[in-house]
Structure formats: structure tokens, C-alpha cells
């Protein structure tokens, strides 16, 4: 069973940083893509930035320069530098690893993290 553990959101002011992390675990021979979707109140999920493991990377055109996702392919690891953050950045952010095959499976699946709730707010 591949699990994802997110973490690193919380409190901040506007202006300020944050950067989230997610691991994922699970005899995981290989993942396509790791990204972050987010989703404010009363909003749908919505992709916020993703990157394969190639490196090619895909951003939501309302963080664009202000985010930056990185990836450790050794760790199955993803990482989401936020800086400038706004108040409407304001949600619970989730992690999504693509496309997962594992030594069980050998069969690509999709897997979500809980999410990590991040608030923008002075």
C-alpha cells in the first residue's frame, strides 16, 4: 500500500513563506508525476503545480512565480517552495503521486496525502 505523508503547512502571514513536503512510501518502484492540488471552501481541487520525473514541471497560472516544486526521484519525495503568499492562497493543499507502480501492483495507480492545511491571514 503506498501512503503519502504531507507536511509544512500552518499559519502565515501575507507576504510570507512556507515550503510543504511529501514522502511517499511503499515498495514504489516508480511514480510518473508528484504534485499539489488544493482546494479553498466551498471551491473544487484544483491543480496548484506538478512535476515528473523527468523534471518537466506545470504550474497553476495564480502561482506562477511566487511557487516553486522540486522533486528527490531517490526519495519519492516533492517539495512546494511558496513564497509571497496571499490570503486567497488561503486552503487545504494535497499531495498526488501519478501513476505509481509498486512491486505488488505492476500496475500504475493514483494515490492523494490527507492534506495539509495552509492559512494566509494577519
Known amino acids: 500500500q503506498v501512503q503519502l505523508v504531507e507536511s509544512g503547512g500552518g499559519l502565515v502571514q501575507p507576504g510570507g513563506s512556507l515550503r510543504l513536503s511529501c514522502a511517499a512510501s511503499?515498495?514504489?518502484?516508480?511514480?510518473?508525476?508528484m504534485g499539489w492540488y488544493r482546494q479553498a471552501p466551498g471551491k473544487q481541487r484544483e491543480l496548484v503545480a506538478s512535476v515528473t520525473s523527468g523534471g518537466s514541471t506545470k504550474y497553476a497560472d495564480s502561482v506562477k512565480g511566487r511557487f516553486t516544486i522540486s522533486r528527490d526521484n531517490a526519495k519519492n519525495t516533492v517539495y512546494l517552495q511558496m513564497n509571497s503568499l496571499k490570503p486567497e492562497d488561503t486552503a487545504v493543499y494535497y499531495c498526488?503521486?501519478?501513476?505509481?507502480?509498486?512491486?505488488?501492483?505492476?500496475?500504475?495507480?493514483?494515490?492523494w496525502g490527507q492534506g495539509t492545511q495552509v492559512t494566509v491571514s494577519s
Open positions: 511503499g515498495s514504489i518502484l516508480s511514480i510518473y508525476a
Open positions: 498526488n503521486a501519478e501513476s505509481v507502480i509498486t512491486i505488488l501492483t505492476m500496475v500504475p495507480d493514483d494515490y
